[in-house]
């Protein structure tokens, strides 16, 4: 199969299109064709050998974890899926060697679920990664109706499913960018204010009684300067700084989990929220694709079709 992969740790320069193995099928994976894959800021830092301490790597390793495409072939204790049906998954493993960005992959049911029919190949690529992680934050805090909800980094992968699942809850929503993004933030039902010094003041202007939860998709001061507006003290979560576990919140590092994934779908065909595409690349040019996510510049996710 053709396949994009990298035989060292490094920048993108490292990756390589070519020929690669067909992977097999065990008992509880079904072999996947790839319609689409999508690029998440872990799959370059896997790659510049970041997670080498907790992930190891079976060079030479084909990156990525979001996928979108059809059952080739379930394996043989498979009874969730058949031959031919379109899934979507995030197919993390515990080590590093076969990703998504191949013409077929090898995933554990355990991180699937069925590809919403309203979305192309490349939109449900996006899904799996950033909108588990926004829906399993949001879950952690048990964001609901009637709340009022800071988001940072609302303009992000994340932050955009963030503010549509908050939203789709019933919650207010409060979120952080760059005011060259506040009409984006707008159109997803959030109120933005802009990040940096002064951002919790910027917050109070516009809930003077402060906010009942803090979600952090981002990292850097601005989630623990606004740590004063919360009215229950200790309802943050963060993705990016395990600190928020010394303030009485939580740390998310996102995991699959097949109900989770189907809630986004149901969700996506609802029309309660919709995946947002900025660029599409062909898989061949994965490498472009990987220097305009480390780049930190797009809104919603970029996805590499096949």
């Known amino acids: 199969m053709k396949a994009v992969f990298y035989s060292q740790y490094g920048e993108p320069g490292v990756l390589e299109y070519g020929e690669q193995p067909d992977p097999k099928v065990g ?11 999508s690029v998440n800021p872990v799959d370059w ?26 059952v080739i072939q379930p ?8 031959a031919g049906d379109e899934v979507m998954g995030y197919v993390r493993m515990d080590t590093v ?14 991180a699937l679920a069925r590809k919403p029919a309203n979305l192309s190949w ?22 609901g109706n009637g709340d009022t909800v800071l988001i940072h980094n609302g303009a992000g992968g994340v932050g955009t499913f963030g503010i549509q699942i908050a939203r789709s809850r019933g919650a207010r929503v409060i979120a952080t960018a760059s ?34 939860a803090v979600v952090d998709f981002v990292g850097g001061d601005d989630w623990s300067a606004s740590l004063p507006l919360l009215t229950t003290p200790g309802r943050v979560v963060s993705i990016a700084d395990q600190a928020a576990k010394d303030h009485g919140g939580r740390y998310v590092f996102v995991r699959p989990n097949p109900d ?4 986004l779908a ?17 898989l061949e040019r994965a490498a472009e694709a990987f220097k305009a996510n480390m780049e930190g510049h797009t809104r919603g996710k970029i996805a590499v079709t096949v």
């Open 97 to 110: 060697g076969q990703g998504t960005f191949a013409e077929k992959v090898s995933a554990p049911v355990r």
């Open 27 to 37: 008992p509880d994976t079904v072999l996947i064709e790839v319609k689409a894959a």
């Open 260 to 263: 989770d994934l189907s809630t």
């Open 45 to 70: 830092k896997v790659m510049a050998g970041y997670l080498d301490g907790a992930l190891t790597a079976h060079f030479p390793v084909v990156p990525g974890w979001d996928v979108a495409g059809v």
């Open 122 to 143: 490349a939109e449900a690529a996006t899904v799996p990664l950033t909108g588990l992680t926004a829906l399993q934050s949001l879950d952690a805090l048990d964001v």
């Open 179 to 212: 005011t060259g993004n506040h009409g984006f933030l707008l159109e997803l039902g959030a109120e933005p204010v802009a990040y940096g010094e002064g951002v919790a003041d910027r917050v109070r202007e516009l809930a003077p009684e402060g906010v009942d």
């Open 75 to 82: 394996g043989p204790a498979v009874t969730e899926f058949f």
């Open 266 to 282: 149901d969700l996506i065909e609802a029309g309660k929220v919709k995946p947002v595409l900025a660029e599409t690349y062909p």
